[in-house]
């Protein structure tokens, strides 16, 4: 407490409420990805991890059940502060009785996960899951030529609003609903035209079913490319954020999905200027999309900043998506989704209408000098501050070592 009185003081000297900061971080909510904790195997379909996706790692202790997954969310969400969403995909569907197919699935498919949302408060996002399963054919799904493949994913994409908007009247919170699709081709394709004509046509298909747009936010994904993949991808940037922008709904930026020297910091302010609301997956790609855990770095400190700087965070959707098996789940889990937490906190502490100024003024010298001199400033004392005040600690390591040995180590 008496760190943190100092840090209020330094950093009021700069013109910034370390209160009010401290206030508007909780209640930014960020949508976990339950898929950290089976490495992407789901529960529906047994098939291999597939559509250029790829989990390393063998650590010991991987959920295996609906029950071990959702006993493990709670554990990481135990040790995250903030408000919480639980992002799912289709693949998590829990069958009681006969199984449904992905084209097949219906609302009372996803019951437990919300039973296990209402009971802890929190709302749900969705995603159609466009792989792992026998109907991709030839790495291809809503692009595919073949009219009974396409078909068939038309019709889960069609599945996947319903649940969604199910999500939405169960929970309160609004849902969203996310498109990605792996389709490419490993080598130089011969028309790179008609398999976006076709995923254009799909999209339409499936957005012709009605839904409250109150409630059910669609985003739609890129993907630059995917091992075996390489080559040629269907949903590029260029083509996701034209049909978004031409159907009216939600972009959204993987910060792995792009080019290594492409930033997705440096364009949020481009779709912040053109859309109502953006949306964000929050991963770290290691030259190239490999989905590592979230770190507290430069580029997800300069994400966080461009969504404060620019008045925006009821209007960016943010979410995690990675999955690491070369480490204990819990922990990086709850390594990235604090990380990102802690980026905002970072964010609203900087004194950005002051540097603004100093932009607008062609001061750049000083620009330079505030920008280097508040990157020393006592942020931690803050980041513990706020944790104290959730009723956690600033090392986990010791709770997620003890779930280890009492629960994890078990699963053998």
Not at 69 to 88: H, R, T, V, W, Y
Not at 320 to 337: E, L, P
């Amino acid at each position: 407490m008496e760190r943190y009185k100092s840090a209020e003081k330094i950093y009021a000297a700069y013109g910034v409420n370390t209160e009010k900061a401290i206030e508007k971080i909780g209640s930014i909510p960020i949508s976990v990805h339950c898929w950290q904790g089976d490495d992407v195997t789901g529960f529906d379909s047994g098939e291999a991890l597939s559509g250029g996706i790829q989990t390393t790692g063998n650590y010991p202790g991987k959920a295996r059940t609906p029950e071990e997954l959702m006993e493990d969310i709670d554990k990481a969400f135990s040790l995250i502060p903030g408000i919480k969403k639980l992002n799912l995909h289709a693949s998590y569907a829990v069958f009681d009785g006969e199984p449904a197919d992905r084209d097949a699935l219906r609302p009372e498919h996803f019951a437990k996960w919300v039973d296990f949302a209402k009971k802890r408060g929190i709302g749900l996002d969705f995603n159609p899951t466009f792989f792992s399963h026998p109907m991709v054919k030839d790495n291809l799904t809503l692009t595919s030529p073949d009219e009974n493949v396409r078909k068939f994913w038309v019709e889960h994409g069609r599945r996947c609003l319903e649940i969604s908007e199910y999500f939405a009247a169960e929970t309160g919170f609004p849902c969203q609903m996310n498109i990605w699709i792996p389709d490419g081709y490993k080598d130089l394709p011969a028309d790179r035209l008609s398999p976006r004509l076709r995923y254009i046509k799909s999209l339409d298909e499936i957005l012709s079913v009605p839904y409250d747009k109150s409630k059910v936010y669609v985003t739609l994904e890129s993907k630059v490319f995917g091992i075996g993949l390489e080559s040629y991808t269907a949903g590029s940037a260029e083509f996701t954020l034209s049909y978004a922008m031409k159907a009216g709904i939600v972009p959204l930026m993987d910060n792995g999905h792009y080019h290594p020297t492409e930033l997705v910091s440096d364009k949020i302010s481009s779709l912040l200027a053109f859309n109502d609301k953006i949306a964000l997956h929050v991963t770290r790609g290691v030259r190239w999309d490999s989905d590592h855990v979230t770190l507290f770095d430069d580029e997800t400190r300069e994400m966080m900043k461009e969504i404060v700087r620019n008045d925006a965070l009821d209007r960016v959707l943010i979410a995690t998506d990675y999955f690491d098996a070369s480490v204990n789940r819990i922990s990086a889990w709850v390594t990235g989704v604090r990380n990102v937490r802690k980026a905002l906190l970072f964010a609203l502490l900087e004194p950005s209408e002051q540097m603004k100024k100093l932009q607008d003024a062609s001061d750049f010298t000083a620009l330079m000098a505030l920008g280097e001199e508040i990157k020393t400033l006592p942020f931690g004392d803050v980041w513990e501050e706020y944790l104290e005040r959730c009723g956690l600690k600033n090392s986990y390591i010791d709770e997620i070592k003890d779930y280890e040995e009492k629960v994890l180590s078990k699963r053998r």
